[in-house]
T-cell receptor, first 115, second 113 residues
Framework: ETGVTQSPTHLIKTRGQQVTLRCSSQ?????VSWYQQALGQGPQFIFQ???????GRGNFPPRFSGLQFPNYSSELNVNALELDDSALYLC??????????????FGSGTRLTVV | KNQVEQSPQSLIILEGKNCTLQ??????????LRWYKQDTGRGPVSLTI?????NTKSNGRYTATLDADTKQSSLHITASQLSDSASYIC????????????FGQGTILTVHP
């Protein structure tokens, strides 16, 4: 059984650029959620995808968007990067919609630095 | 607004000693509470998960308690080891159509030899 894998592990981008982060869900998991974790803070919920559709979103602007593919892997896209977007981006997968919050498995994250 | 507050923000203890971390939450409707350990720059790893009806759960040297009436939880670590140095995050899940997780800000534990 494979865990959640994220790529790349580290990334440096310039303000105003666009970035795509990738996540492969754990085998048997059909739901993926994304979180932003600023340094010294707890993760903040960005959005969740279930069966290729967004079914929950946190307080993030529209320039944060995502996709889920038929194999349940997912992408997080951020347009018009700002310095405050610098953070660790975590992906978590779970079986089902996670309505009970069970079975979340986190990846190791992508460290994004915006300069 | 759903919130999770943890205390203390940071803690330094000597190897072999015990410690207790606290978590207060205002998440409704409550589904479950879990404690995660997060090493620097890594993703969180689950230690325990408790539902409304459970008031204690152990995982090796980690013991979590839950008081659903007062909406408080604690994580007790016994006989600490250097490898316990990490951030410990309390995470509460609401019983919604999707399992949105609300994270605390974490307690940074440092274990010194």
């Amino acid at each position: 059984e494979t865990g959640v894998t994220q790529s790349p592990t580290h990334l440096i981008k310039t303000r105003g650029q666009q970035v795509t982060l990738r996540c492969s869900s754990q085998s048997g998991h059909n739901t993926v959620s994304w979180y932003q974790q600023a340094l010294g803070q707890g993760p903040q919920f960005i959005f969740q995808y279930y069966r290729e559709e967004e079914n929950g979103r946190g307080n993030f602007p529209p320039r944060f968007s995502g996709l889920q593919f038929p194999n349940y892997s997912s992408e997080l896209n951020v347009n018009a990067l700002e310095l405050d977007d610098s953070a660790l981006y975590l992906c978590a997968s779970s079986p089902g919609t996670g309505g009970g919050g069970y079975g979340y498995t986190f990846g190791s994250g992508t460290r994004l630095t915006v300069v | 607004k759903n919130q999770v507050e943890q205390s203390p923000q940071s803690l330094i203890i000597l190897e072999g000693k015990n410690c207790t971390l606290q978590c207060n939450y205002t998440v409704s409707p409550f589904s479950n509470l879990r404690w995660y350990k997060q090493d620097t720059g890594r993703g969180p790893v689950s230690l325990t998960i408790m539902t409304f009806s459970e008031n204690t759960k152990s995982n090796g040297r980690y013991t979590a308690t839950l008081d659903a009436d007062t909406k408080q939880s604690s994580l007790h670590i016994t006989a600490s080891q250097l490898s316990d140095s990490a951030s410990y995050i309390c995470v509460v899940s609401a019983r919604t159509s999707y399992g949105k997780l609300t994270f605390g800000q974490g307690t940074i534990l440092t274990v010194h030899p």
